[in-house]
């Protein structure tokens, strides 16, 4: 599996945890606190090896450093959201509107990254590289 295809896979994974959390009632507390714990650690390992397998090799080539680090700036945004309503709690009237906050930031910087910013990387990974990049993405999950 190459980089583009086990970066869709943790876009999906975390897309359906949204989706979960939202479809779990405030009165279930316990199942929405264990759902957003979830959410945040599939997310958090996302960024991560997404940043240090994936853009930091990106950044190393490409010209175009502005829109890479811009997109890299909206990781920092995520995880201090994610802390944000870890802080807050599920029990909080603010957590459905905070958590939909976040699900619309994330989807728009997903549609971003499979779309321009792919087609990027593309023009700079053989499919070689991307096979090779899809491997290390990989062991980065398992082992970060
Ligand atoms: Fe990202
Ligand atoms: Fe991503």
């Not at 945890?17 to 945040?40: I, P, Y």
Request: hydrophobic share 40%; aromatic share 6%; with cysteine.
């Amino acid at each position: 599996m190459d980089i583009y295809q086990r970066l869709e896979n943790d876009h999906e994974a975390v897309r359906r945890l949204f989706e979960l959390l939202e479809g779990c009632s405030s009165r279930a507390q316990r199942a929405r606190s264990d759902l957003f714990s979830s959410l945040r650690n599939e997310l958090l390992a996302h960024l991560l090896a997404e940043q240090e397998v994936f853009y930091d090799t990106l950044l190393a080539r490409s010209d175009e450093q502005d829109l890479l680090l811009e997109s890299v700036e909206v990781h920092a945004v995520v995880a201090r959201m994610l802390d944000d309503i870890e802080a807050c709690g599920v029990d909080d009237e603010r957590f459905e509107r905070r958590v939909s906050e976040l699900e619309d930031l994330v989807a728009q910087h997903v549609a971003q990254e499979e779309s321009v910013v792919f087609e990027m990387a593309r023009k700079h990974f053989s499919a070689d590289e991307a096979q090779k990049l899809g491997e290390q993405l990989q062991a980065h999950h398992e082992d970060p």
